[in-house]
């Protein structure tokens, strides 16, 4: 009985921790598995946050114009366009600019709620709803106007550029 014993022994001795050497390296490959996926999920999440916040301001930037500062504001506008945003923009910039100018336009543009509506590849979809209060020759005295926005966000490079921007109903 002892003999058997000891056969059995040295067979435990050597599966055992071969058994043990797998396990913890298979551990090892699941976790560096899930905090590979945890990290895509941030990198993620942290690319909507950065295209929402592009898209916010871009649509206070559209919204905030004034007659003494038209230049600029359109300036600001095509710094951060791409795509058909850009060419339309860049179109009616002039148009823009002088409207803005000759009806002594004064504009000041809140975000009031904004958010990601999809993600596909390295666009992103936002919905914002805007508050401007409007001065021009028409209403010196100003008018609340309501605006509602969809964008679609081009990641380019390190930043994030307008792409499409729509007024929908």
């Not at 014993?5 to 058994?19: D, F, G, H, S, T």
């Not at 898209?55 to 795509?83: E, F």
């Not at 596909?120 to 509602?148: C, H, I, K, M, W």
């Amino acid at each position: 009985m002892a003999e058997v014993v000891r056969e059995i022994r040295p067979w435990r001795q050597r599966i055992l921790p071969a058994v043990a050497v797998v396990l913890a390296v298979a551990l090892v490959a699941v976790a560096t598995l899930l905090l590979l996926k945890l990290d895509d999920a941030n990198t993620e999440e942290a690319d909507r946050q950065s295209a929402l916040q592009v898209a916010r301001q871009v649509a206070v930037d559209l919204t905030t114009v004034s007659k003494d500062t038209a230049q600029g504001d359109v300036d600001r506008l095509m710094a951060v366009a791409t795509g058909s945003f850009k060419d339309q923009f860049a179109q009616q910039a002039d148009v823009f600019r002088k409207v803005v100018q000759q009806a002594s336009v004064t504009s000041k543009g809140t975000v009031a709620e904004a958010g990601v509506s999809g993600v596909d590849g390295d666009t992103v979809t936002v919905l914002a709803a805007v508050s401007a209060t409007v001065q021009n020759s028409d209403a010196p005295s100003g008018e609340q106007r309501q605006y509602r926005m969809k964008m679609q966000l081009q990641h380019d490079g390190d930043r994030w550029l307008v792409s499409d921007l729509e007024f929908v109903p």
